[in-house]
Each structure stands twice: as C-alpha cells, then as structure tokens.
C-alpha cells in the first residue's frame, strides 16, 4: 500500500517569515518524493525531488526538504516567505506497483499575509 | 522549447455530448498520464500509457475513453456516461523507468470542463 498525508490544508504565514508544509508518506518500497507547486488555473511545476541521494534536498525559488525515513516524513521548508510563493503545494510519492505509482497528496494551499 | 500543450484552455459540454481533451507533448517521453482535479481532492489518475497502443485504466476511468496512436499525442474523451465530468483535467509526461529512482512527470497547463 501507498499513500500520501499532507497535515495541513491551508498554512497562512506573514512574508518574510518562514515556511513549513508537513508531509507524511508510507510505501512498501523504496519510493522517490517530489514536491509540485501550483498557481490558480496552471499546471504543476516541480519544485524538487528525492531520489535516494542526499537526504536534505534543494529546489527551486530556495525551498528544500529533508527526507527523514524514521519519521517517514519529507516536509518543505523555506526560509523567508515571499508573496510569489502563495499557490497550491503537493507531495507526490512514487514507487513499484506495477507501474511506476503516483501517489498525490490533497495539496496545502499556501496564504502569504504583506 | 519542449514542453506539453493540452487544448483548449476552457472547454464546456452541453449534457450528453462527449468531448475531447487535447494532450501533446514533444519531450520523447514515453509514459503519459490524465489527471482529474477537484478542489480539495488532490490529483486522481484516470489513464495512463506507458507506450504507445497501449494504456491502462487508473483509479476512475468510468465514462472516460483514451487513445494512444503517436508517441507524442494523448487525447481524452469525456463521455455522456460520465456524470459529474465539471473539473480541471491536467495530462504529464514522463520518461519510463522499470526500477527506481523515479523521474518526474510534467505536466501541461491544463483544461477546465464546464458541463452547462
């Protein structure tokens, strides 16, 4: 089985201040992780990846996340909100079944207060 | 630039009708995927093919149809058997793998259906 939670649907936070999108994921395999970012109206656009390499990754616009297989969790986090960072976030997990699965979280909708 | 391109942007269906979802891609990918999106609910798969004359139903194919004739095209048929075919429908792309690590998948601007 296979599945992805992401804990908060909505996150509000002021610019300039940090951000932290929480995910939680489980897998009977070793999966890959990514994070996608998407604005009203637009497809997704991936913001970074884990793929078994360095467990602390960096993505586009200064997000990272960390991949911490004893918590089973892969969060993102950003230093310093900017208001260009509102928009939709989802964790996406991907591993073997049959095919190469997806796996989606519901999305957390980002809110970034001037 | 190589990219995804589906069409059109805004697509409404008068009850009954069945249309079609445009999905071309020209990043020689050979796996291409259609997502249903709700608010709230996250992406569902609704097809997928791996190569081409070839596909799979994903989690809610029911009164969708899909064909797979070029490797670069993947067009959706929404049915009048499709009863709540409202949403936004985004196709991606990817390069095929049989083992990790995984590629991602790209995704095209998107479609939003309106049955009137």
């Known amino acids: 089985a296979q599945s992805v939670t992401q804990l908060d649907s909505h996150v509000s936070v002021s610019e300039g201040t940090p951000v932290l999108l929480r995910c939680n994921y489980s897998s009977s395999y070793s999966p890959s992780l990514f994070w996608y970012v998407q604005h009203p109206n637009k497809g997704l656009q991936l913001l970074l990846k884990?793929?078994?390499?360095?467990?602390l990754v960096k993505g586009i616009n200064g997000f990272e996340a960390e991949f911490k297989k004893s918590e089973t969790s892969f969060h993102l986090t950003k230093p310093s909100a900017h208001m260009s960072d509102a928009a939709e976030y989802f964790c996406?997990?991907?591993?073997?079944?049959?095919?190469?699965?997806?796996?989606f979280g519901t999305g957390t909708k980002l809110q970034v207060i001037p | 630039d190589g990219g995804i391109t589906q069409s059109p942007k805004y697509l409404f269906r008068k009850e009954g009708q069945n249309v079609t979802l445009s999905c071309e891609q020209n990043l020689n990918h050979d796996a291409m995927y259609w997502y249903r999106q709700d608010p709230g609910q996250g992406l569902r798969l609704i097809y997928y093919?791996?190569?081409?004359?070839?596909?799979q139903k994903g989690d809610i194919a029911e009164g969708y149809s899909v064909s797979r004739e070029k490797k670069e095209s993947f067009p959706l048929t929404v049915t009048s058997a499709q009863k709540n075919p409202t949403a936004f429908y985004l196709c991606?792309?990817?390069?095929?793998?049989?083992?990790?690590?995984?590629?991602?998948?790209?995704f095209g601007p998107g479609t939003r259906l309106t049955v009137l």
């Open positions: 093919s791996q190569i081409v004359n070839d596909f």
């Open positions: 884990y793929t078994s390499a360095a467990t």
């Open positions: 991606a792309s990817t390069r095929r793998r049989s083992g990790g690590p995984y590629n991602e998948q790209f």
């Open positions: 996406v997990v991907v591993s073997l079944g049959g095919y190469q699965k997806v796996t």
